[in-house]
């Protein structure tokens, strides 16, 4: 009949039934009902089900509600890699609210400005950073509610709020019903850079891009299946943890929480608990290759690991694989919800040399699977580099797993975005097999233990001492953290320092992860019109 709508012009109209916003938090809701008695969280003698984090989240958000605290207000958190962490990825999104996850690494005077900028409403404080959060806050002129995390590490120490995170949970109904975002670009979470290029960025993450990334995260990493038993390496503040708190509750898997990132703690955690997955830097992974034999004692089971930051080197493979560890390097920024390309295995990598495929492993790779694309494209003319392994271009990514824009910063959010692509100023070679790598980074930034560090912030604190003339610092390869900062200065007629000087007058002004470790006294090679070449500073440092 000429009346029939077509199939074109059939489901045209979203409405509750054919459409609802993704979320990561729909994950907690199914997994409490499917497998309510299945282990969620295991912290030393701590142990939860689904059904008891479920209960425990819907307090959170009840209790926050009932401070008034709705959508769009952020509440951070500043803990380690404790139950407190996993429930607030959802307690907190659960109540609407934006939850801004704090580096624990970071010092006062960065955290004042990220509580400020982000206009956190309420701080959860894990009560050994302590110190530091009442230095930050001392500054404020409205600082946040304050409330104490407890944990068996901590117990005894001085508070910094009125109110315990327990109490606050017991202020909750058991019974509340959370509030779905009204749309999946609705802000989930707030994280910041590491302020390599001046004040850290707030990356603003949305609850669509969430939910696809820790799928992603699941369809992209072979063995995940259900039920996988993940232990937290990886910081829970940094990019949300890759989005695995959401990963994990949708398999019903089991979140080990670590407090101390320690070889020891490690071992014992993956016997005991049958570790099966973990990600983390290329250090992380070093401390169990290179922990006494008596501490992998017991353990005869397979762990996958991802690694990110610094390619891991053919040692560390080797390492990795004598004990029981498959790696998979992954790659991916703050802006892109962590990890949004992988290098995906190639069966016949398998009978390659070690140096061979360690080559092949050290590359980004390609797109990870729910994000759109991953290109290398020349800057100005965003046309995709040949796939020579030589020509460099800058690594872009587009599609549902990049953020929603840099939190009261439209200049930058649009600079970043230019031409329809997220410009990460990675600059990277495409090789024939289509595997990215990369050669560069325009920003000069260093990746130390997995943490970004500017090298124009730890030059501008050095031409704060009264002897620098001129500073460069560039990154020098290092066996335990990938890369550390090493400073070259010039100093000024008639006045010297010496190299313990510097640091100590770095550590005074900088979080000591971004301090130089070693200081050289030389003559900076500049170009005619004074650029500094650092080009040749990194041969130098390198031994090349």
Known sequence: MADDPTVWQLGLEKNAANFVALTPLSFLARTASVYPARPAIVHGEVRRSWGEVHARCRRLASAL?????????????????????????????????????????LDAATLRFMLEHGGAKLLLVDREFAPVMRAALSGMAAPPEVVDIEDAATAGTASLGALTYEALLEQGDLDFAWLAPQDEWDAISLNYTSGTTGDPKGVVYHHRGAYLNAVSNILGWSGMGRHPVYLWTLPLFHCNGWCFPWSIAAVAGV??????????????????????????????YAMLVDAPAEMRAGVDHAIAGQIAAAAPPPALIEGCTRAGIELTHVYGLTETYGPASVCAWQEEWADLPLDARADRLSRQGVTAVLQEAM????????????????????IMFRGNITMKGYLKN??????????????????????????????DRSKDIIISGGENISSLEVEEALYRHPAVMHAAVVAQPDEKWGEVPCAVLEMRPGMSATEDEIIAFCRERMARY??????????????????IQKHLLREMVAGR
């Not at 670590?258 to 290329?282: F, Q, S």
């Not at 003559?523 to 650029?531: C, R, V």
């Open 514 to 531: 971004k301090v130089p470790k070693r200081v050289l006294f030389r003559e900076i090679p500049k170009t005619s019109t004074g650029k």
């Open 375 to 394: 290109e290398v494209l020349d800057p100005d003319t965003l046309r995709p580099v040949p796939r020579d392994g030589h020509t460099m271009g800058e």
């Open 255 to 284: 979140n080990v929480c670590l407090r101390r990132v320690e070889a020891a703690a490690m071992w014992t955690a993956i016997r005991r608990e049958r570790v099966t997955h973990m990600c983390g830097a290329p250090i992380v």
């Open 65 to 105: 509600a009932r401070r008034g605290l709705g959508r769009g207000d952020v509440v951070a958190i500043i803990a380690p890699n404790i139950p407190a962490m996993v429930e607030a990825h959802f307690g907190v999104p659960m109540a609407g609210c934006v939850l801004n996850t704090l580096n624990t690494r």
């Open 410 to 439: 439209p200049a930058s959010t649009a600079k970043a975005f230019a031409g329809g692509w997220f410009r990460t100023g990675d600059l990277a070679v495409v090789h024939a097999d289509g595997y990215a790598k990369i050669q």
